[in-house]
């Protein structure tokens, strides 16, 4: 356990000076990467020794006697520990040459500090052990993250989106008190060792609200609307921790609360993966509508989020069910998503993150031909592509493999299980298509082809520290995908601390199968790369002419003559119209002398829609008629703090 | 029997009543002048017998309550050159009225509290409130911001009293405590007042109004 806080106070501490250091502007970023990256350092080593000797370590603080803040650190916080640290390990390596901007040194400094208490909060979410400690940790996190979203403040778009994240999470956190505060007002202990032990109907209640308030952090459809704009207006290191990590605190508050409720009703495991299905499916489909790299991203990571509670769906039901193999396929399953997602999304980020830093843009559709000027970028962003889509041989598909494994045992089983087991496998399979699609187009239009734009012309990929991070994330991703034993158990060790592995035994054969498919899937892949060795070899001498990609023998190609993202989607858009709405303006050709005409689209997301006809419209109106309340005059507003002293002194 | 400190407390009550009627803000800074002098002295009566150290604090007290502020609030109108009038928003009358309630309910409330007075004190606890809720009502019935800046000192009395009526040992550090905070709160008053002094060359506090959104 003191290694855990030394690895957070070195953190912060490396956090806190960057602030004293603002004027040096290359020694402050020195000093903060290297305090972040230390102290992350340690943290995972521990973790990962915590993780594989599972014994719970505890400790607690006193504060003013009658509140404590206690924390413990058991296989599941270990799990979730890894993840934070090492993509907070890595993030802090890749600010150090992504934030370039020596003019804005403060800000650069107020963000570090910022991003250090985001790391340092978030591992106290996941190992805090009463309420007070939990919802502590998790405010800290809320508005770290906010600050750094905000880091451009001066864009107004960027302000909204901070605006709407603050608001999200708030609620969020509004759902998880009032959770909370059902645990206490039954239990009267602020601990969480004996929440099993309240009334089943208040579970259900504690469940659900639980589940809205982890579920707005996560980024689970319909409370996922700020994620698309709150990840793109951070920098793109902290998006990468953001959405690697920090929305995985939602999953680690779903299965804690899970676990801790000691639940027995199917109702629940049902409730979790339509969520997963709905959040899936939706976010893949508007991933596929953006055009805008991060705002893609940020979809996509509502739809990992929907294959996460999906598999944990699957693992509940098959508890209650009493199918242990399907309990632990699923568990196992989720969980290891949890940490692939956390690795490919991360990669992915930061290697959008050197894009947009070196051609200035964010939209796609102006790139083009990257791969010829970015190469580590460029392939480290396809091993993240393939990773994300569930391919073998690398990381995602493992996970995926073991959802898919869970939801088959399960149609075994009655009714509606059956049902919802095959459900699952069918959307896992239309969200493993449909994110192949998405990341063909990004990585066609984007990286391949020819620069549609002289930003994406003359481009170079320098900065070692960037770099360095995609090759190690990239590389993780491959070693899961290839060695899934250790993983798996890392896993089920989480899962046997929480009591939720129960036959670890049986999931051997499952690890053996998904390990020999990757396997085969590599050796398909060092064929591949032999063959163009080979041709490397054997055209050696020879002259090769060389021309544009999609050249296709014309003798004036220009770059317009590719697919755009929106035109290479619009096939497979078009079948989810009623989902996804697609806002277009188009200003038709007409008469013999048109004028010029003009094109946009813009896919619409269904829950931002209706969020603003059900919900906002009629607050503000409701708002707008108290406006008389605010009138301005001083001695009013003294008139009612005075009425609400008398009224809470005689009535409360 | 009357208790002594009973008899200075309704000296207290006299002076609210006095600021509700006083019309000019000289008047007003005598009245919270005497009242602060009054509400420092008696703490040392009730209680553990006097002493040296209670000696001490009341008379630090009664310097800065009783005479460093009031009198830096008449040098400070004195030279800024504001307008003596305390600009009422309910009458004087209607206030004296109100001030008559005010201490009938105070009372009546002062018994629910069921705060055990400490000897027989019996005034102390309704005293409090009103000298609490009196300096609300001048905050909100008066429009000239130093009336206003009156009647937060005068609820800062009430807390003081409160505070007496609760404790007897701890008091002193309670009542640094809060006079502290009133050092603060006065002078951010005094810089607010000057920004509103040169915004709208007066210290009407009604012109705060075109401010609002």
Redesign the interface.
């Known amino acids: 356990m003191n290694h855990f806080f030394l690895a957070i106070l070195i953190i912060a501490s490396g956090g806190a000076l960057t602030l004293i250091l603002q004027k040096q502007f290359t020694f402050m970023k020195a000093v903060g990467v290297l305090g972040i990256s230390t102290g992350c350092l340690i943290g995972l080593i521990d973790a990962l020794f915590k993780l594989f000797n599972p014994v719970s370590h505890h400790l607690s603080f006193n504060y003013l006697n009658s509140l404590s803040l206690t924390f413990q650190i058991d296989g599941l916080s270990a799990f979730f520990l890894v993840a934070i640290f090492a993509v907070s390990l890595l993030a802090s390596i890749f600010s150090f040459h992504y934030m370039s901007k020596p003019e804005k040194s403060l800000r650069t400094a107020v963000n570090y500090l910022f991003f250090s208490l985001l790391i340092a909060s978030m591992a106290l979410v996941v190992t805090a052990s009463n309420i007070l400690a939990f919802m502590l940790s998790w405010e800290i996190m809320s508005l770290s993250s906010f600050f750094l979203v905000i880091y451009d403040y001066q864009s107004p778009e960027n302000r909204r989106a901070g605006y709407l994240y603050f608001i999200f999470s708030h609620v969020g956190a509004m759902f998880i008190f009032a959770a909370f505060g059902l645990i206490y007002g039954y239990t009267g202990s602020l601990g969480f060792n004996i929440t099993a032990e309240i009334p089943e109907t208040v579970k259900i209640l504690v469940f659900i609200f639980s589940f809205i308030g982890f579920g707005s952090k996560a980024g689970v459809f319909p409370f996922h609307i700020w994620l698309p704009h709150a990840h793109p207006a951070a920098p793109s290191h902290i998006s990468a921790v953001m959405s690697g990590v920090m929305i995985k605190t939602g999953i680690y508050g779903i299965l804690r609360i899970y676990t801790l409720l000691d639940l027995s009703t199917p109702l629940f495991g049902q409730i979790v993966v339509i969520a997963g299905m709905v959040s899936g499916i939706l976010g893949i489909v508007y991933a596929l509508g953006q055009n805008d790299l991060k705002r893609l991203l940020a979809y996509c990571s509502v739809e990992n989020i929907g294959i996460i509670l999906i598999g944990l769906g699957i693992g509940m039901i098959g508890v209650s069910s009493g199918n242990p193999s399907m309990a632990v396929l699923g568990f196992t399953g989720g969980l290891l998503h949890v940490l692939n997602h956390s690795i490919f999304k991360s990669l992915l980020f930061m290697g959008a993150g050197i894009v947009i830093q070196k051609t200035g843009s964010r939209s796609i559709n102006v790139l083009g031909g990257l791969l010829k000027s970015m190469k580590i970028t460029g392939t480290t962003f396809i091993i993240g592509s393939i990773a994300i889509s569930g391919l073998p041989p690398f990381n995602g598909f493992v996970s995926e493999f073991f959802i898919y494994l869970g939801g088959f045992q399960g149609v075994a089983l009655d009714k509606a299980s059956f049902v919802l087991s095959i459900l699952a496998i069918v959307s896992l399979a239309v969200i493993g298509g449909l994110a192949l699609a998405c990341f063909t187009k990004v990585v066609g239009v984007a990286f391949q082809g020819e620069p549609r734009s002289n930003a994406a012309a003359d481009v170079d990929e320098k900065g070692p520290s960037m770099l360095l991070p995609l090759i190690i994330l990239s590389g993780a991703c491959l070693v899961i995908g290839v060695l899934p034993g250790v993983f798996i158990n890392m896993a089920v060790n989480a899962l046997s601390s929480v009591g939720l592995a129960f036959t670890p035994d049986t999931i051997e054969p499952f690890t053996k199968i998904t390990g020999n498919i990757s396997m085969a899937a590599l050796i398909f892949f060092i064929f591949l790369l032999s063959v163009l060795a080979l041709r490397t070899i054997l055209y050696k001498g020879k002259t090769i002419s060389r021309s544009g990609t999609w050249g296709c023998g014309f003798t004036q190609p220009t770059v317009k003559m590719q697919y755009t993202g929106t035109s290479y989607a619009s096939f497979i858009l078009e079948f989810f119209k009623p989902i996804a709405p697609n806002h277009e303006v188009l200003k038709s050709v007409q008469g013999r002398f048109p004028e010029k005409t003009k094109y946009s689209s813009r896919i619409n997301d269904i829950a931002e829609l209706h969020m603003e006809n059900v919900i906002v419209r009629p607050v503000l109106w409701l708002f707008d008629k108290l406006r008389w309340i ?7 507003y ?2 009612y ?2 009425l609400a ?1 008398i009224v809470l ?2 009535f409360v | 029997m009357i208790h002594p400190v009973d008899t200075l407390l309704s000296l207290v009550l006299l002076s609210i009543l006095f600021s509700f009627g006083s019309s000019r803000l000289p008047g007003l800074i005598k009245a919270l002048a005497f009242q602060g002098i009054i509400v420092s002295v008696v703490p040392l009566f009730i209680g553990h017998g006097v002493t040296g150290e209670g000696v001490l604090f009341t008379s630090v007290t009664l310097i800065i309550r009783g005479i460093a502020i009031p009198l830096c609030i008449y040098l400070a109108i004195k030279k800024v050159g504001i307008k003596r009038e305390v600009e009422p ?1 309910i009458g004087y009358n209607a206030s004296m009225l109100i001030g008559l309630f005010l201490i009938l309910a105070s009372i009546f ?1 002062g018994k629910k509290f069921n705060i055990n007075a400490i000897g027989d004190v019996s005034l102390l606890v309704p005293t409090a409130i009103t000298v609490l ?1 009196g300096g ?2 001048l ?3 008066r ?1 000239n911001a130093i009336a206003m800046v009156l009647g937060y000192i005068m609820m800062e009395n009430g807390i003081y009293l409160v505070g007496t009526s609760f404790s007897v040992r701890v008091r002193h550090i309670v009542e640094f405590g809060i006079l502290l905070d009133v050092l603060a709160g006065v002078m951010i008053m005094a810089v607010i007042l000057q920004n509103i002094k040169q915004e709208f060359d007066d210290v009407d ?2 012109l ?6």
């Open positions: 605010q009138h301005g005059d001083i001695h009013l003294i008139g703090i005075l002293i002194l005689f | 928003i409330a809720i609300i009502y905050l909100i019935a429009r506090t009604a705060l109004r075109t401010l609002k959104e």
